[in-house]
């Protein structure tokens, strides 16, 4: 063995020492702790808030379509009374109050508004049907609405008829009746009259003036349907059925007969 060799140590082998990393750690004066979150939650409230003011304001209405058969009023008219939505804004217009509007007009018998993304109101409608001149100023429909003359609305066509306004339902029935009868006769009523005290005459398109009364009108009115059938109509002026089971015939040539 080598002088200069020194001999391994018997026994454990020793474990060096790690080697410590140093941490340095420098103690700064305590500070508050910011909630950020609370402090931008206000702003961007604000931020929503007024871009949903923004939107609400600056999406304005800027149609209105409409909808529906019309013979008595076209888009033109109906638009001249909701002229004040082009300065409502899409989500403030009041649906309510075109409805309201709408409905008041004559002759209009159904309205359904409501509102199209992004700037259009849909407007559907339906008419009711004109069936008289109703004492010569006013329109009677067939749902016996009495209601103002609408601008531009052709009479011509329309029955004459007049009564007081509490007999509307009952001048519109007597019509209804009339007219069915008369129709296996291809006649019309041109004119229907009730009376204050409820006493009913018509006028038929075959020139004859028919004269029911106040009572038994659903009897006289089958009674005319069978002088309808056996009388020569061109003959006869006027039909009195006045009378318990009979009638009084004015001809035209001024004769009368009982």
């Known amino acids: 063995m080598s002088k200069n060799r020194k001999p391994n140590p018997r026994g454990a082998t020793p474990i060096a020492p790690k080697k410590v990393k140093k941490e340095w750690n420098v103690s700064l004066p305590s500070m508050p702790k910011i909630a950020w979150r609370w402090l931008l939650a206000p702003l961007f409230s604000g931020l929503l808030v007024f871009t949903a003011h923004w939107i609400y304001k600056s999406t304005p209405v800027t149609a209105i379509e409409f909808n529906g058969t019309f013979s008595v009023w076209n888009a033109e008219q109906l638009t001249e009374p909701l002229m004040w939505v082009k300065d409502e804004s899409f989500f403030s217009l009041d649906v309510k109050k075109v409805h309201k509007q709408l409905q008041a007009l004559a002759l209009i018998k159904h309205v359904s508004v409501r509102k199209q993304w992004p700037g259009t109101i849909e407007v559907t409608i339906s008419e009711d049907v004109p069936i008289a001149l109703w004492n010569n100023d006013k329109v009677l429909s067939a749902s016996g609405k009495i209601s103002d003359l609408p601008a531009g609305l052709n009479t011509e066509a329309l029955i004459q008829m007049s ?67 056996y009388i020569p109509q061109e003959k006869v002026a006027i039909v009195d059925l006045r009378y318990g089971k009979g009638a009084a015939i004015r001809w035209r040539e001024q004769q009368e007969i009982g």
């Open 163 to 229: 009564g007081a306004g509490q007999q509307t339902e009952q001048v519109v029935r007597y019509y209804r009746r009339l007219q069915q009868v008369l129709n296996d006769q291809k006649l019309r009523v041109l004119e229907l009259r009730v009376s204050e005290i409820g006493s009913v005459e018509a006028k038929l398109s075959n020139g004859w003036h028919v004269k029911l009364g106040r009572q038994y009108i659903e009897e006289r009115v089958e009674r005319l349907d069978k002088i309808l059938r």
